[in-house]
């Protein structure tokens, strides 16, 4: 067995899916119907596959903000621009994973394609997640309401990140 099997079994396409369909959801949400761009689930993948940046996020109030949660855990930013580039793959199968099931749907958004939530929930054989599946769901969530509250250049500033 691999060394990081358990991540590897974790990194699926399809589980990547059903987060960034809690985090296209919540940043609609919290943006009056606008969607994320590409560039916002990129950056999501290199954090929700990061233990301490879930761990931290994933029960803080959406009102707190990313700048609360970096300023108590600095781990999150500590490597952050690696993470990105190694999960960028990892990101696109699941957002083509997404919109062949019907949960994302893609849409221009005058430069990088964004993408929607369709639906006010996921459908119900794959709504259900336990244990750290959930908490990555909640981290989803949070991220989409804190990625919608900053323009993507302040955001890519404050995380240390270039895309």
Not at 99 to 128: C, M, S, W
Not at 137 to 153: I, N, S, T, V
Request: aromatic residues 6%.
């Amino acid at each position: 067995m691999r060394e990081d099997h358990e991540e590897v079994v974790l990194r699926n396409p399809a589980y990547g899916a059903a987060a960034f369909w809690h985090l296209a959801r919540s940043f609609s949400d919290q943006a009056e119907g606008r969607t994320p761009m590409l560039a916002h689930f990129l950056l999501a993948e290199g954090m929700l596959f990061h233990h301490r940046t879930v761990q931290k996020i994933r029960g803080m109030n959406l009102d707190s903000g990313l700048l609360k949660a970096i300023s108590e855990v600095p781990d999150i930013v500590a490597g952050l621009q690696g993470r990105v580039e190694d999960a960028m793959a990892e990101a696109l199968r699941a957002l083509q994973v997404g919109t062949a099931a019907g949960i994302l749907l893609r849409e221009h958004g005058g430069g990088l394609p964004t993408f929607r939530a369709v639906g006010n929930d996921l459908p119900k054989q794959i709504r259900r997640a336990d244990g750290r599946l959930d908490e990555t769901f909640a981290a989803a969530k949070r991220l989409g309401a804190w990625y919608a509250m900053e323009g993507l250049p302040t955001l890519l500033h404050r995380l240390g990140v270039r895309l």
